[in-house]
């Protein structure tokens, strides 16, 4: 083929480019299928909450608001309460954000601004690797590992410290230390959804403009000026959103903190004492329940969805309220 054949192939400049019009059918078609992605969303929701809701319904109409207030779980009376179940459930959520909150936000920053580019991705690798780790994995190194050391070297000894002071004796003592507890399980938890947390809010700091971060540097900002007053006023609504993905994956939780949490039905003032929650509760009881027991699980489940959707509203408001500023 000769060069002046080669030119005839090519356009001339400024020419307009002929594009086929897409068919009206693979419009509709998509326009279909993405509607019907969402919609099944909302369905699958409704779904989920009429099933819930209509499984639990004979509990609250037995019980009423005393379902939610009682502390009692007794299956030979057939009295139950979900009072202790609720308290650990977001005891064991908070401890898990006051512990993984910062380290994963100390792990986020570490990466994307002070760790050397040989450490980086070793450490970005491994911790994202945690997040593959069955849950069940978690609880068995929980059991067998960390119980026993906690209730050696941090249970025994801080109660022998502890005992008889005004608050702290009530809060930190454990009266039988066997290291279970709600303590215990809040740090499984935190173990759980740091990797979480830390992935997100790295990325989200990596994808500030660099210019921003060195243009701080260049007026003579320090590190932790950069990071208090650059990265996280940009990134906060995504590391608000990292949190609430991370306190959705604590609420949740079954099989980890039904290892270590201990599974006693009582309320204590000791975070060191053992206790329930409500994933722990259903998944010990759910398999052999029947009547009104089993009509009581599946409302602790309608409880724990309506706490996980009253989270979801919180993260909105907040997202919201950060945008504005």
Known sequence: ????????????????????????????????ASF?????????????????IVGGWPAFREFGIG??????????????????????????????????????????????????????????TAVELLAAVPSIIYGMWGLFIFVPLFAQYVQIPLSNIVEG???LGT???SRSPSGLGI?????ILAFMIVPFIASITRDMLEQIPSVLRESAYGIGATTWEVV???????????IIGAIMLGLGRALGETMAVTFVVGNANRLSGSILDPGSTIASRIANEFNEAMGLQLNSLIALGCILFF????????????????KRY
């Open 228 to 238: 208090r007053h650059v990265l996280v006023p940009q990134a906060g609504v995504s």
């Open 165 to 167: 002071m005004p608050v």
């Open 36 to 52: 019907g992605a969402a919609l099944l969303v909302l369905v699958l929701l409704a779904g989920i909450m009429i099933s819930m």
């Open 307 to 322: 706490v996980t959707f009253v989270v979801l509203v919180i993260a909105r408001l907040l997202v919201s309220r950060v």
């Open 1 to 32: 083929m000769t060069a002046a054949t080669d030119m005839t192939s090519i356009p001339a400049a400024g020419a307009a480019v002929v594009r086929k019009a897409p068919k009206a059918t693979f419009d509709l078609v998509f326009r279909t």
């Open 67 to 124: 379902f939610i207030t009682s502390s009692v779980w007794d299956t030979q009376n057939e009295q139950y309460g979900a009072w202790p179940a609720i308290v650990g459930t977001l005891s064991t959520a908070l401890i898990a954000l006051v512990i993984g909150v910062p380290l994963s936000l100390g792990i986020a920053v570490y990466l994307t601004q002070l760790a050397p580019p040989w450490f980086k991705k070793p450490v970005a």
């Open 171 to 173: 809060i930190l003592y």
């Open 183 to 187: 303590f215990t399980a809040g740090i």
